[in-house]
T-cell receptor
Framework: GAGVSQSPSNKVTEKGKDVELRCDPI?????LYWYRQSLGQGLEFLIY????????KSGLPSDRFSAERTGGSVSTLTIQRTQQEDSAVYLC?????????????FGPGTRLTVT | AQKVTQAQTEISVVEKEDVTLDCVYE???????LFWYKQPPSGELVFLIR??????QNEISGRYSWNFQKSTSSFNFTITASQVVDSAVYFC????????????FGGGTRVLVKP
C-alpha cells in the first residue's frame, strides 16, 4: 500500500513568513509523529498524535510551532514567523498503534529553507 | 533522560567487506525498544529492525545481523559482504516505555561502500 506522504517536498520561504507542512500517514495508522532533521541537532522529536489529540508536544522548539491532525488522518505542521534556524528537513512518521513497540514508518520529508 | 551514541560518524569500505556499526544507549527504563533505520541518499528513513529489552537473541536477516548486549548497553549492526547499495546513513534509535512514543536517535553513521 501507499506509504507516508509529505508535501511540499521542498519549501523556500523568506524569514518572517508562515509555512504549513502537510503529512498523510499510512491508511489505518492511528499514531502520527513529526521529527526534524538538521545538521546541528540531528534527528529530534517534535510532536506525537494519537488520533486527533497530541499527548506529547514536548519537542516543539517554540510557540511559533504548532500542529494539528484532523479526522485521525492528515496532519499539518505550522511554523509562524519563520527564522533561519528553522531550516531543516521535517519528517513525518506513522505507526499502527501508539505503544513503544510499534515501528514508525517515515515519509520522504519536507526540506524547508528559510532565507 | 535517554541517549543514543553512535561513535562512528563515517565508515568507508570496499565492496564485499564486512562493516559493523556501533550503537550504545542509555536509559533508566527496564522496558524499552531499540531500532535501526537506514537513510539512503533519497532521504527517506527505512525501518530495518526492532528489538525489545527482554530479548537478547541476536538476529540475522540476509546480509544484516544485529548483536544486542544489555550488559554493555549496546545494539550493534553488521552488514556482511557489503554492496554499493548499502551506502547510506544508518541510525540507531531508542524508545523507552517511560518516554512515551518518541524515538531518541543517535547521530547516525554514514557508510560508503566503494566498488
Amino acid at each position: 500500500g501507499a506509504g507516508v506522504s509529505q508535501s511540499p517536498s521542498n519549501k523556500v520561504t523568506e524569514k518572517g513568513k508562515d509555512v504549513e507542512l502537510r503529512c498523510d500517514p499510512i491508511s489505518g495508522h492511528t499514531a502520527l509523529y513529526w521529527y526534524r532533521q538538521s545538521l546541528g541537532q540531528g534527528l529530534e522529536f517534535l510532536i506525537y498524535f494519537q488520533g486527533n489529540s497530541a499527548p506529547d508536544k514536548s519537542g516543539l522548539p517554540s510557540d511559533r510551532f504548532s500542529a494539528e491532525r484532523t479526522g485521525g488522518s492528515v496532519s499539518t505542521l505550522t511554523i509562524q514567523r519563520t527564522q533561519q534556524e528553522d531550516s531543516a528537513v521535517y519528517l513525518c512518521a506513522s505507526s499502527l498503534g501508539s505503544g513503544v513497540s510499534y515501528e514508525q514508518y517515515f515519509g520522504p520529508g519536507t526540506r524547508l529553507t528559510v532565507t | 533522560a535517554q541517549k543514543v551514541t553512535q561513535a562512528q560518524t563515517e565508515i568507508s569500505v570496499v565492496e564485499k567487506e564486512d562493516v559493523t556499526l556501533d550503537c550504545v544507549y542509555e536509559t533508566r527504563d527496564t522496558t524499552y525498544y531499540l531500532f535501526w533505520y537506514k537513510q539512503p541518499p533519497s532521504g527517506e528513513l527505512v525501518f530495518l529492525i526492532r528489538r525489545n529489552s527482554f530479548d537478547e537473541q541476536n538476529e540475522i536477516s540476509g546480509r544484516y545481523s544485529w548483536n544486542f548486549q544489555k550488559s554493555t548497553s549496546s545494539f550493534n549492526f553488521t552488514i556482511t559482504a557489503s554492496q554499493v547499495v548499502d551506502s547510506a546513513v544508518y541510525f540507531c534509535a531508542l524508545n523507552p516505555r517511560a518516554a512515551g512514543n518518541k524515538l531518541t536517535f543517535g547521530g547516525g553513521t554514514r557508510v560508503l561502500v566503494k566498488p
